[in-house]
T-cell receptor, first 111, second 118 residues
Framework: GNSVTQMEGPVTLSEEAFLTINCTYT??????LFWYVQYPGEGLQLLLK?????DKGSNKGFEATYRKETTSFHLEKGSVQVSDSAVYFC??????????FGQGTRLTINP | ETGVTQSPTHLIKTRGQQVTLRCSSQ?????VSWYQQALGQGPQFIFQ???????GRGNFPPRFSGLQFPNYSSELNVNALELDDSALYLC?????????????????FGPGTRLTVL
């Protein structure tokens, strides 16, 4: 079946640190991959996406590369800010209607 | 461009009652998907509506039902509420192009409705 596994949180970093949040997936076929972010008390916001192998999605300093050989879509940012504190969700769309989400990773950035 | 809106923001019900949640899709979008997000978990797909018909359903019982209206807005109805139905209910809209593949373009989410069942 289709599933997404994210690194367990919570993750706590200092401002300007390098961020990696791991995401691996299991899917049949060639899914599209997404990262969504959820700020406290809010819904999900699309952060970035990639639709085929070797695509790199990027937005607001965040990047993730679709790696078919390792079935991964790790999220990275070179220098995090306090305002990046949120819950991050990796998701795949397996060619059907729905999104399949990971369990989320809570990120806290300390000044 | 108007984003996805949901109402109400918060709702408290008791076990056995019925509830209706509402969603207005983003301008230009014709498809609405509903998700349930339990506390500390990722969202789970409930169902999707396209052209006023259900177009895919997740592993939820029939007491979860929905509607889509000609203006593409949507309702989620839950009958016989159970304590485990307490969650954040998220609506997402997207655009499906007629004649294209019947899977959705990028989904954009509303702020959600927080349902508490006592």
């Amino acid at each position: 079946g289709n599933s997404v596994t994210q690194m367990e949180g919570p993750v706590t970093l200092s401002e300007e640190a390098f961020l990696t949040i791991n995401c691996t997936y299991t899917a049949t076929g060639y899914p599209s991959l997404f990262w969504y972010v959820q700020y406290p008390g809010e819904g999900l916001q699309l952060l970035l996406k990639a639709t085929k192998a070797d695509d790199k999605g990027s937005n607001k300093g965040f990047e993730a590369t679709y790696r078919k050989e390792t079935t991964s879509f790790h999220l990275e940012k070179g220098s995090v800010q306090v305002s990046d504190s949120a819950v991050y969700f990796c998701a795949l769309r397996p060619g059907a209607q729905k999104l399949v989400f990971g369990q989320g990773t809570r990120l806290t950035i300390n000044p | 461009e108007t984003g996805v809106t949901q109402s109400p923001t918060h709702l408290i019900k008791t076990r056995g009652q019925q509830v209706t949640l509402r969603c207005s899709s983003q301008s230009g979008h014709n498809t609405v998907s509903w998700y349930q997000q339990a506390l500390g978990q990722g969202p789970q797909f409930i169902f999707q509506y396209y052209r006023e018909e259900e177009n895919g359903r997740g592993n939820f019982p029939p007491r979860f039902s929905g509607l889509q209206f000609p203006n593409y807005s949507s309702e989620l109805n839950v009958n016989a509420l159970e304590l485990d139905d307490s969650a954040l209910y998220l609506c997402a809209s997207s655009l499906v192009v007629a004649g294209g593949p019947l899977f959705t373009d990028t989904q954009y989410f509303g702020p959600g409705t927080r349902l508490t069942v006592l």
